[in-house]
């Protein structure tokens, strides 16, 4: 069982920057790979970015790729998105999910992913 516990969101003008964190409980964190995703009203929850369990492959959606890194610090069980350059379409909940995905494909799926945390609100404002 993983726990997972998002923190960072805000509101922040757009072009401005917000690093969210999602801290893991339990001792198998460096077993999973991580993703993040968000949600807007109306809308499905999309993929954003992800990670391997050992931190060696990453990938982005095309709407944040070259803005956003995600990384992750497996002695500290905590998983991170900076996000740079936001716009006003980056505003949603989001959330951050554990999962043992064999392709890199699979990262991008939110069906992969077994544990969810609560989600933080990101607001971009114009």
């Known amino acids: 069982q993983v726990q997972l516990v998002e923190s960072g969101g805000g509101l922040v003008q757009a072009g401005g920057s917000l690093r969210l964190s999602c801290a893991a409980s339990g001792r198998t964190f460096s077993s999973y790979a991580m993703g993040w995703f968000r949600q807007s009203p109306g809308k499905e929850r999309e993929f954003v970015a992800a990670?391997?369990?050992?931190?060696?492959?990453?990938v982005y959606a095309d709407s944040v790729k070259g803005r956003f890194t995600i990384s992750r610090d497996n002695a500290k069980n905590t998983v991170y998105l900076q996000m740079n350059s936001l716009k006003p379409e980056d505003t949603a909940v989001y959330y951050c999910?554990?999962?043992?995905?064999?392709?890199?494909?699979?990262?991008?799926?939110?069906?992969?992913?077994?544990?969810w945390g609560q989600g933080t609100q990101v607001t971009v404002s114009s």
């Open positions: 999910a554990a999962g043992t995905p064999f392709t890199i494909a699979q990262m991008t799926k939110r069906g992969t992913y077994d544990y």
């Open positions: 990670i391997s369990s050992g931190g060696g492959n990453t």
